[in-house]
């Protein structure tokens, strides 16, 4: 690669040069919109049902019963949409969400019995399409092999900033407006957001070529599995992460500055992958996997010996460091190692992994932290990351079987969610 190349894919000024892509920022952007309920939803089920029906467990149940199936019907979407075009599925599955969260607003709003709620909340998740996944398989398309770490690094930057506001967000409408509004503002974004990435045929992903021939599933492929166990590992770890901040926080009587503990760790990954994708890494992408979980969980570690808050404070921006980087890592290899035509049910498999991690890891986490202290949740989650630093240790030669970069002094790491 030229020197000048390498310069125009290396610093921030790559970020504006991508941007500048015919049709690059509005894929960004309505991307953005359209992903932004995924900070949102279940957050806002709880708060919407238990404001309405002062129950706790019940909007938990619902909630749960809301990820659960979307975690599950993630890879079969992406699939779909690998055989007969994003832009059908899209379209699809977002008047079918559409259907499916009304139903579940009216049965709130009607205090409907719980296992009516549960059914209207499976089905709005079974409807619920991998955001993320689906616009990293449109990157993939759009731009060349130079950009995609920028393309990558910029998706993780919006991830953070979503589950930095969204939150808030439905926080503010659900107290402000009503305990119905983040559910609404769920529904619209979902719907305007689906709609303008499904229109945006620039980066739609070619779908299957040949009538009757089906792309090999990105499940079976070796460097997929590595891949799908590591992003559980670090979905554990991040579950396990987000208890024990929270847990430290009641154990210091300040049980407020959970929320600001989690935002730090998003700081610190926000900065880091920004940093992360503005530089062209030399090493290879499976080694850069490696590197990257390893500080991923060696950044956990102080926590389990903070006693002050002012430290925690500190070491939660360290801990939210390797976060971007591994997941760009993650999404580049993946890029590399997927099949053709299958890119979006790999991507979907990473997503449905690193949900399922992170609800095992909270789970985890928590009975931890009541059997003993948020030292012991802490170190749940450094468990989660030795799985996905062992992954990717073990599972080097599955990922160097990747297409081969087109210029290897380019070699770069970058992101997925």
Known sequence: MSESTSGANSGLRSYWRLLRAPGAAALAFWGMVGRFPIAMRSIACLMMISALTGSLADAGTVAAAMLVSQGVA??????????????????????????????????????????????????????????????????????????????????????????????????????????????????????????????????????????????????????????????AGMGFQFGAVDVTMIAFAGEQSSPGLAGVFLSLIAVGSMIAGVTYGAVNWRLPQARLLSVTTFLLTLGVVPLAFVDSSLVMAFFAVVAGIAISPALIAGSTLLESVAPKGSLSEAFSWLTSAGALGIGSGTAAGGALA?????????????????????LSLAGQRALRKGKEDPQPTSEMAVLEQ
Request: hydrophobic share 55%; proline share 5%.
């Open 74 to 231: 993630s890879p079969v979407l992406g699939r779909l949409a690998d055989r007969h075009s994003q832009r059908r599925v899209l379209l699809t599955a977002c008047l079918a969400h559409a259907v499916g969260m009304s139903l579940l607003l009216v049965s709130i709003l009607l205090r409907a019995p719980l296992l009516l709620l549960v059914v209207a909340a499976v089905a709005a998740g079974c409807t619920s399409v991998s955001f993320t996944s689906f616009m990293r398989a449109r990157w993939a398309t759009m731009v060349d092999q130079g950009a995609l770490r920028t393309a990558y690094a910029m998706e993780s930057m919006l991830d953070d900033t979503i589950f930095l506001l969204g939150p808030l967000v439905v926080t503010v409408l659900a107290s402000a407006v009503h305990p119905s509004a983040g559910l609404v503002a769920c529904l619209l974004l979902t719907t305007v957001g689906s709609v303008a990435v499904a229109l945006h045929r620039r980066s739609e992903p070619a779908s299957e070529p040949t009538p009757g021939h089906s792309p090999k599933r990105a499940i079976t492929v070796p460097g997929v599995w590595v891949l799908t166990i590591a992003y």
């Open 370 to 390: 009541d059997l003993g202290s948020s030292a012991y949740a802490a170190w749940a989650g450094v468990g989660g990351g030795l799985v996905a630093l062992g």
